[in-house]
């Protein structure tokens, strides 16, 4: 008989193949290129802090009076994972949040970093995620990934949270892109060196440790209940089928970009 862990990993399958070979790494071929997709990604990587600290504050007391609160267990798990996300080490052993890493990778790349900018600088006005991705230059792919990672957090149940996080997130991340980045490294290394650092402590840390302590942490949360199991069945379907929509985006932004570099090519042919 299936458990529901066993029969949540036999669903999303399907979909996880979706994303890891999806048609849009075979179009990143030069560094302008990664610019797009860094463009897109970045809004994931932030959103994944926010569902991190959502999780501390659902499984831990993170308020004045302390009292104890849920299994301990659940409290290490998470506590764990979120030093490890938010004050890990860069290239040169400084302490910073991975999206802080991600963020100095974008600009030495020389990505646009301004639509993810000036989205944090409406949110800290607003403190609306929805209102800020509105007036912020967020692509439509990425507003609805995040949108939706905030429905999750706002519906307060942690074990949902918790699946999506283990098995909707940025373990997805295929081999075959990290082999085009090894490439780029080879021909830039000057521009895409924080990013293949990135990747590099993202394969050592998220992939490895932190996945066995997610999935240990949301083993405990949906426990023996299948009505739990079967929520976060769908959950995490959706969330991965949020991510196969946001890599739609940045292939459609990356077929638009090869279409006008070949007219450009064409026209100065031409001229």
């Known amino acids: 008989m299936k458990t529901g862990l066993d029969q949540l990993l036999l669903a999303i399958e399907p979909y996880k193949k979706a994303i890891t070979q999806h048609k849009v790494y075979a179009l990143i071929q030069q560094p302008q290129h990664l ?14 802090m926010s569902l991190l600290k959502s999780l501390q504050n659902e499984l831990t007391c993170t308020s004045i009076p302390w009292f104890p609160k849920g299994n301990g267990d659940t409290r290490f798990l998470i ?28 600009q030495q790349s020389g990505a ?7 989205f944090l600088q409406q949110l ?7 209102s800020a991705l509105q007036k912020s230059i967020t692509p439509i792919e990425a507003q609805s990934f995040v949108n939706f990672t905030f429905q999750l957090i706002e519906s307060k149940k942690d074990y949902l949270q918790s699946a999506i996080f283990t098995f909707g997130r940025e373990d997805l991340i295929p081999d075959m892109f990290y082999s085009i980045i090894q490439d780029l490294h080879g021909q830039a290394p000057e521009k895409i060196s924080l990013f293949k ?26 426990g023996n209940d299948p009505q739990k199991w079967a929520e976060a069945e769908t959950a995490v379907i959706a969330a991965l089928q949020q991510r196969i929509q946001l890599w739609d985006g940045v292939y459609n932004q990356l077929v638009k970009l090869n279409a006008a570099t070949k007219k450009s090519e064409s026209e100065s042919a031409l001229a």
Not at 35 to 48: G, L, P, R
Not at 199 to 208: K, Q
Request: aromatic fraction near 10%.
């Open 79 to 106: 506590n764990e994972i979120v030093v490890g996300e938010e004050s890990d080490v860069d290239d040169k052993g400084i302490r910073k949040s991975h999206f802080e890493i991600y963020l100095e990778a974008m």
């Open 35 to 48: 610019h797009i997709f860094m463009q897109y990604h970045v809004y994931a990587v932030w959103d994944f």
């Open 197 to 222: 650092y990135y990747l590099e402590r993202h394969i050592e840390v998220d992939g490895g440790h932190h996945s066995q302590l997610a999935l240990q942490m949301t083993s405990e949360l949906c």
């Open 112 to 118: 646009d970093t301004k639509p993810i900018e000036n």
């Open 124 to 130: 800290t006005v607003s403190g609306d995620v929805r």
